[in-house]
């Protein structure tokens, strides 16, 4: 019996994770280029759900054993809607693609593009990082307000007509989801060597920004379930161990 339970332990231990995901991707349904964060149990999760609903209806109560629920976590990168905000430096991306982000420690990869400007015209995002250019920072003239700023489906980014830079925008490809979270709708490479490329087939947007691709109504049903299972385990954990005790009784009488 011992070993039922550590594997009832082992999978309560995955479901706790499963919630907390979950808590965190509705956390962020409302950030800007957030990507939900997934844990890839639901086959055996249904599997247990199914196989515990038998125990507790007595319908297999013989025959159930329950398995261990496995997680492989990964991150869910597909397009979030476009939100229209009328502000000249929030930008989308339609299609796979990253802004990329200079940071002390190396660039960090983003869906993220809400931009303002710092003190020297340059181009940066929320935490006053410089937002990378094909030929490095995009500096806005002093004379030129941001009304001013016209950006093109491909990034190139131009006042009064005349270009000042372009975006550097970079695609994964087929290494996507080898991405590392960071925070603030952020990634970084992994520590294996993975290059990005130019990215390809893509539409930058102004004035707009990608909302984040969490559905409510999904981890919300997702979370009742996870509960719910919970819930079932620990009862199935009850169960054994009064029938343990029964039994030890029993025979010291």
């Known amino acids: 019996m011992s070993d ?7 999978s309560l231990d995955a479901l706790t994770q499963e919630f907390e995901t979950i808590t965190h ?17 639901s086959k055996s999760l249904q599997e247990q759900m199914t196989g515990l609903l038998e125990q507790m209806t007595g319908t297999e109560t013989d025959t159930y054993s329950p398995g261990s629920i496995e997680l492989n ?12 905000t009328g502000l000249p430096l929030d930008f989308a991306i339609h299609g796979k693609g990253f802004f990329v982000i200079e940071t002390p420690n190396g660039p960090l990869y ?17 935490q006053g990082r410089i937002v990378a250019g094909e030929g490095g920072p995009i500096t806005i003239p002093s004379d030129v307000g941001t009304s001013q700023v016209i950006v093109s489906s491909d990034g190139s980014i131009s006042t009064g007509g005349t270009n ?18 960071t925070g603030d709708s952020c990634y970084r490479m992994p520590d ?27 981890e919300l ?14 009862k199935f954990i009850a169960a054994r161990k009064a029938v343990a005790s029964s039994i030890t009784s029993a025979a010291m009488a």
């Open 110 to 126: 983003t869906r993220n593009g809400i931009f303002q400007k710092n003190q020297n015209g340059q181009i940066i995002d929320l």
């Open 4 to 10: 039922i339970i550590d594997q009832v332990s082992t």
């Open 221 to 234: 049903v997702d979370m009742i379930m996870v509960s719910r299972l919970y819930e079932a385990n620990m």
């Open 192 to 218: 294996e060597n993975i290059q990005p490329v130019a990215a390809e087939n893509i539409i930058v947007k102004q004035s707009n920004q990608e909302l984040s691709n969490v559905k409510m109504i999904e």
């Open 25 to 41: 991707n509705l956390a962020n349904v409302s950030t800007a280029g957030y990507k939900r964060r997934c844990n890839t149990f």
């Open 164 to 181: 000042i830079g372009k975006f550097q925008l970079v695609d994964f490809e087929a290494n996507e989801a080898k991405l590392v979270p």
């Open 73 to 84: 976590s990964s991150l869910d990168f597909s397009q979030g809607n476009l939100f229209e």
